[in-house]
T-cell receptor
Framework: DTGVSQDPRHKITKRGQNVTFRCDPI?????LYWYRQTLGQGPEFLTY????????KSRLLSDRFSAERPKGSFSTLEIQRTEQGDSAMYLC??????????FGEGSRLTVL | KQEVTQIPAALSVPEGENLVLNCSFT??????LQWFRQDPGKGLTSLLL?????REQTSGRLNASLDKSSGRSTLYIAASQPGDSATYLC??????????FGTGTSLTVIP
């Protein structure tokens, strides 16, 4: 399968714990995006990478969230000191030069 | 703030009917507009990408049009099938860096 891959698919954690999600984009795509989606809403932009450079970050993203893309390949999204309000689906997407977004299946986070 | 609105929020049609989903956006200077479908609990599947210089795109039974001057796009689905039941989302980008999504139209096709 050569699509966008996300891991884990589901994560249940207790409030205050740290969690990390991984995204493997389509190999030839140099752009990578993280979005968050809650029930009944459209995806909300979190951050964007071009190769290894993080070029844009949502002002809504608190300092508990950090994302990396070492060597311009896979990316990780870490949430520190999770809160119940962080419960959501975390979606990763990649795109080629045309700008068409291709999404993974998402990582669903439940914070108890 | 860039806003994307999708109307209706939900739509139910009998199998075989043709239907139109609507997407409107506040700023006409878009770079790309993309339509997606999302099945419950799943990620988004790309349906059609319309670049700013294009007026429409077609893929099989789907046709998407773009009217930048009026800030609108439509997704036309011909001869709907039960397998088309899903939530349909549109997204716009002005720079290619950040996409703004609507809240989607939930489509149910009744056999």
């Amino acid at each position: 399968d050569t699509g966008v891959s996300q891991d884990p698919r589901h994560k249940i954690t207790k409030r205050g714990q740290n969690v990390t999600f991984r995204c493997d984009p389509i190999s030839e795509h140099n752009r990578l995006y993280w979005y968050r989606q809650t029930l009944g809403q459209g995806p909300e932009f979190l951050t964007y990478f071009q190769n290894e450079a993080q070029l844009e970050k949502s002002r809504l993203l608190s300092d508990r969230f950090s994302a990396e893309r070492p060597k311009g390949s896979f990316s990780t999204l870490e949430i520190q000191r999770t809160e119940q309000g962080d419960s959501a689906m975390y979606l990763c997407a990649s795109s080629p030069i045309t700008g068409e977004l291709f999404f993974g299946e998402g990582s669903r986070l439940t914070v108890l | 703030k860039q806003e994307v609105t999708q109307i209706p929020a939900a739509l139910s049609v009998p199998e075989g009917e043709n239907l139109v989903l609507n997407c409107s956006f506040t700023d006409s200077a878009i770079y790309n507009l993309q339509w997606f479908r999302q099945d419950p609990g799943k990620g988004l599947t790309s349906l059609l990408l319309i670049q700013s210089s294009q007026r429409e795109q077609t893929s099989g039974r789907l046709n998407a049009s773009l009217d930048k001057s009026s800030g609108r796009s439509t997704l036309y689905i011909a001869a709907s099938q039960p397998g088309d039941s899903a939530t349909y989302l549109c997204a716009v980008t002005y720079t290619g860096n950040q996409f703004y999504f609507g809240t989607g139209t939930s489509l149910t096709v009744i056999p």
